[in-house]
């Protein structure tokens, strides 16, 4: 195998081979490692090399532009590495790359999204717990963390907004023990606790 054809790509800051008609990046210290130049002869082991290297170069390169548009979990940065056919071994390698550079952090994520959602919204903590399960993320990264936050007043205070703001038109429709039916359901569906709906439906 010969190296065809050798590029340096001044914005990435890697250089392209090409070999066997198929194209491989490498960075400044792999390039100057293997002395690298075009028409070099390439055996399997340093193919092998070469190839793997380019596979962790493109895959991170995917994972750093995929987490530059927002804040993502670890386990989305899997997911979107799984859905264009990295292995398992290179993924791996990202993401402890990435992790190193505090690139991506899990606990820093639910931080984020956990007061993001306390103070800009009506999530019922159940409702973040949920949001946070389907990014891959466990409970035990996050669960101090929101229970130190998300006490019971707090969901109390959050359930008693979203019913202001729908009591006027459901007292339209139902009253007595059917408004309370309303009520309860509603605000268990957000997530909310049977208690505190419970709770709240007797104030009406």
């Given at each position: 195998m010969v190296i065809t054809d050798l590029d340096y790509n001044d914005r990435k800051g890697k250089f392209i081979l090409k070999i066997n008609g198929e194209?491989?990046?490498?960075?400044?210290?792999?390039?100057?490692?293997?002395?690298?130049?075009?028409?070099?002869?390439?055996?399997?082991?340093?193919?092998?090399?070469?190839?793997?290297?380019?596979?962790?170069?493109?895959?991170?390169?995917?994972?750093?532009?995929?987490?530059?548009?927002?804040?993502?979990?670890?386990?989305?940065?899997?997911?979107?590495?799984?859905?264009?056919?990295?292995?398992?071994?290179?993924?791996?390698?990202?993401?402890?790359?990435?992790?190193?550079?505090?690139?991506?952090?899990?606990?820093?994520?639910?931080?984020?999204?956990?007061?993001?959602?306390?103070?800009?919204?009506?999530?019922?903590?159940?409702?973040?717990?949920?949001?946070?399960?389907?990014?891959g993320i466990s409970k035990d990264i996050y669960k101090d963390y929101l229970e130190n936050l998300y006490n019971y007043d707090l969901e109390y205070e959050?359930?008693?907004?979203?019913?202001?703001?729908?009591?006027?038109?459901?007292?339209?429709?139902?009253?007595?023990?059917?408004?309370?039916?309303?009520?309860?359901?509603?605000?268990?569906?957000?997530?909310?606790?049977?208690?505190?709906?419970?709770?709240?439906?007797?104030?009406?």
């Amino acid at each position: 195998m010969v190296i065809t054809d050798l590029d340096y790509n001044d914005r990435k800051g890697k250089f392209i081979l090409k070999i066997n008609g198929e194209k491989y990046i490498l960075d400044y210290n792999n390039f100057e490692k293997f002395n690298i130049s075009k028409g070099m002869e390439v055996d399997q082991e340093l193919f092998d090399k070469i190839k793997n290297i380019s596979n962790f170069e493109t895959a991170f390169e995917t994972a750093l532009n995929f987490i530059s548009y927002k804040l993502r979990s670890s386990y989305e940065v899997r997911n979107k590495l799984l859905s264009k056919k990295f292995n398992h071994e290179t993924i791996d390698k990202v993401l402890e790359k990435l992790e190193d550079l505090k690139l991506i952090d899990d606990y820093s994520y639910c931080k984020i999204f956990i007061n993001e959602k306390i103070n800009s919204s009506d999530y019922s903590k159940r409702r973040i717990e949920n949001y946070l399960f389907k990014k891959g993320i466990s409970k035990d990264i996050y669960k101090d963390y929101l229970e130190n936050l998300y006490n019971y007043d707090l969901e109390y205070e959050k359930a008693s907004s979203i019913v202001d703001k729908k009591i006027r038109s459901w007292s339209k429709k139902y009253s007595g023990y059917q408004l309370k039916n309303k009520i309860i359901t509603f605000l268990m569906q957000k997530g909310f606790s049977y208690d505190i709906s419970k709770e709240i439906a007797g104030n009406y």
